[in-house]
């Protein structure tokens, strides 16, 4: 069974730009949440999809985005980037079930740098 | 959301079983726990996880007490390649779905 895929692994953005990641989930998953995660603030929660449907939110300004499609891909997107956004963000993948008790599955992680 | 305290650092030696404790005071009763680990520059990977007693893997041991308030990870045997961040995650219920916080982990070192 093929694991969470992320994209791309690493971009380079300028202050200013906008930026989209995909994650595919595992195959049958259906809830797709995002991470971000920086030295300083650790992993934080961005929001989380199921079917397509976007369940809960974290405390994150609205530049940050995201959608899910009718096959569970999802895509984030962060608008006007500012420096503070350079960090891994990570997607994670579950069951219905595993989004509500914690079990997780997460992908690579797409590194980003804002110069 | 239940917070989760545990400890930022652990030193140990191969071979030493290791502990980590984590204190989980207001745990809801439809909450489960949950241990991850992570190396540098990768995604978490799922230990193990539970509700209440103990459960064991093929990697770690997890210890649950009856008032569920804390709960310890056991790791046998650990070796150099256990260095990691160990985080442990407390949620479950449909009131906060997908909405699962991370504390600040604790950071093992193992040493030869």
């Known amino acids: 069974k093929a694991g969470v895929t992320q994209t791309p692994r690493y971009l380079i953005k300028t202050r200013g730009q906008q930026v989209t990641l995909s994650c595919s989930p595992i195959?049958?998953?259906?809830?797709v949440s995002w991470y971000q995660q920086t030295p300083g603030q650790g992993l934080q929660f961005l929001f989380e999809?199921?079917?397509?449907?976007?369940?809960n939110k974290g405390n994150f300004p609205g530049r940050f985005s995201g959608r899910q499609f009718s096959n569970s891909r999802s895509e984030m997107n962060v608008s006007t980037l500012e420096l503070g956004d350079s960090a891994l963000y990570l997607c994670?993948?579950?069951?219905?079930?595993?989004?509500?008790?914690?079990?997780?599955?997460f992908g690579e992680g797409s590194r980003l740098t804002v110069l | 959301l239940a917070k989760t305290t545990q400890p930022i650092s652990m030193d140990s030696y191969e071979g030493q079983e290791v502990n980590i404790t984590c204190s989980h005071n207001n745990i809801a009763t439809n909450d489960y726990i949950t241990w991850y680990q992570q190396f540098p520059s990768q995604g978490p990977r799922f230990i193990i996880q539970?509700?209440?007693t103990k459960v064991t893997n093929e990697v770690a041991s997890l210890f649950i007490p009856a008032d569920r308030k804390s709960s310890t990870l056991s790791l046998p045997r650990v070796s150099l390649s256990d260095t990691a961040v160990y985080y442990c995650l407390v949620g479950g219920g449909s009131s906060n779905t997908g909405k699962l916080i991370f504390g600040q982990g604790t950071t093992l070192q193992v040493k030869p």
């Open positions: 994670a993948s579950s069951s219905r079930t595993g989004a509500e008790t914690g079990e997780l599955f």
């Open positions: 195959s049958g998953h259906r809830s």
């Open positions: 999809y199921f079917s397509e449907t976007q369940r």
């Open positions: 539970g509700y209440k």
